[in-house]
């Protein structure tokens, strides 16, 4: 593999977006700041189990090997790629790690430009909107009750302590669909979220499995959720109960407890916060904000551990996942993996591919949704839960640019 050559410079942007190619935008963003690429100068492949580590190696040996000249310096500067990662071990979707051609970057007031191999000229352009709306996939309101259903009965039968069971919506871009307007249509309802696009997976999480940069490092568990009120004493009345409430306060330690255990391992510094309720703009979900320092490790040596969290999967891990095969019998693909961007230092930004969709070269479209189910879960809440954590999508999918 021949060693690129990624050259980033000051330069003065407009809407970052407009970078972007319309029909396969690279993008994580939150409010005004961000990154977006194009073009490939590299493209890894994984599969299987090992994806992760796979590609941890295989970027520690890209990163050695390139040359990298940087005169910004800033997290998101530099040689990048941008990634997403398949939720199961046995996914027949691939794992991916691209290095765009160009990067376009903002954060505060710094704005740069990144070349890899040789630089170029800036071609923004318009973005078109694109309207599709979402029907029943696989598993529609009926089959997803009779899930959680079942997986509650496994909990009752003492096979796991959570699991978090996902249904599915599905549609069709157009052929020339831009694929960019949906990306901005999420970004302006969920600004404090993490908009994504890589390679065909799209959406705003509000979850971040791991963000470092020069060894200190943050990450946010969620679990546990309630809509939102429709009125300010309702609301603060639902984020108080949340918080007390015996079902959500376990369903949230699960995930929490197996993030910081593993994160642990790798810092021994690991302080997490209390669980706090945690506002957006379409529902409230319990937190948990953790920090310390890695010491060499990755970003993407983390995900190796930290993936799939009990957040996305349950407790204990493999009796979750079983059920989780067993009882879905659809291939998740990206959805509930992480995605996100790694530099050649290993920093970066990895968010759970949650509230999204993934499209595929045709244009066929499937948002996932799930939720924890533990013992005392109610198949309709779940299934009034997943219609709320699909509104991100569905809403940005039929109305891209309000
Ligand atoms: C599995 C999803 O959300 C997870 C993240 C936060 C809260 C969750 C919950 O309360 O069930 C889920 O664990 C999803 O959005 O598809």
Redesign the pocket.
């Known amino acids: 593999m021949p060693a690129l050559r990624a050259r980033t410079e000051r330069a003065e942007l407009g809407r970052l977006l407009e970078h972007a190619d319309p029909r396969a935008p690279l993008a994580i963003r939150r409010g005004a700041d961000g990154i977006v690429g194009r073009g490939e100068a590299l493209r890894l492949e994984f599969r299987g189990p090992s994806r992760l580590t796979d590609a941890a190696d295989a970027w520690r040996e890209v990163a050695r090997d390139a040359q990298v000249d940087d005169e910004v310096g800033v997290p998101g500067t530099g040689l990048i790629a941008f990634g997403a990662f398949a939720f199961d071990d046995a996914s027949a979707a691939t794992s991916v790690l691209i290095v765009p051609r160009l990067v376009v970057g903002r954060r505060g007031d710094d704005e740069w430009v990144t070349w890899i191999g040789d630089g170029g000229r800036l071609h923004p352009t318009a973005i078109d909107e694109v309207r599709v709306e979402l029907h029943d996939g696989a598993i529609g309101a009926k089959r997803y009750r009779a899930i959680v259903a079942a997986a509650t009965e496994r909990i009752r039968a003492g096979d796991a302590e959570k699991v978090?069971v996902?249904r599915d919506r599905v549609g069709q871009l157009p052929p020339e669909g831009d694929i960019r307007s949906v990306v901005v249509g999420l970004g302006r309802r969920y600004p404090d979220a993490v908009t994504y696009a890589v390679d065909g997976v799209v959406g705003a999480s509000p979850?971040t499995l791991i963000a470092a940069h020069r060894g200190h490092f943050f990450s946010r568990v969620?679990?546990?959720?309630a809509a939102r009120g429709a009125t300010p004493s309702l609301d603060a009345e639902i984020a108080e109960s949340l918080a007390s409430g015996d079902k959500d306060v376990r369903?949230h330690r699960f995930?929490a407890d197996s993030a910081i255990e593993v994160l642990r391992e790798l810092a021994p510094d690991t302080r997490a916060s209390e669980p706090f309720p945690l506002r957006l703009p379409n529902l409230w979900?319990l937190a948990t904000d953790i920090t310390g320092t890695l010491g060499g490790s990755s970003t993407l040596d983390v995900l190796a551990l930290l993936h799939p969290t009990a957040?996305?999967a349950g407790t204990p891990r493999a009796a979750a996942l079983a059920i989780i095969r067993e009882l879905e019998r659809v291939d998740r693909g990206r959805y509930?993996g992480p995605v996100g961007w790694v530099d050649a230092d290993g920093g970066g930004e990895w968010v759970?591919a949650?509230?999204g969709a993934e499209i595929d070269d045709d244009g066929c479209i499937r948002a996932?949704?799930?939720?924890?189910v533990v013992a005392g879960s109610d198949p309709h809440d779940e299934l009034t839960?997943?219609a709320v954590?699909l509104r991100p999508i569905t809403d940005a999918l039929a109305d891209p640019l309000p």
């Open positions: 978090v996902a979850e969620l679990a546990g959720t369903e995930a979900h957040a996305v509930a759970i949650l509230r996932f949704a799930g939720a924890g839960e997943t954590k």
